[in-house]
């Protein structure tokens, strides 16, 4: 199982990479981060900043 921190303004998360479902962009140059199962995740940094942290985390 491969984990994966993606930053957030009110906080860190660590998340299973393979539980990630989609990208979006969001306000403020932020991401949505669409979760299998779950409620998206609004993190920091565009779109690309966070695929580039997931494929190589």
Request: charged share 15%.
């Amino acid at each position: 199982m491969k984990f994966v921190q993606l930053d957030s303004r009110g906080g860190n998360y660590l998340v299973v990479a393979q539980n990630i479902a989609w990208l979006r962009t969001a306000e403020n140059g932020q991401t949505n981060v669409g979760i299998v199962g779950g409620q998206p995740l609004l993190v920091t940094g565009s779109i690309e900043e966070v695929s580039q942290k997931i494929l190589a985390g």
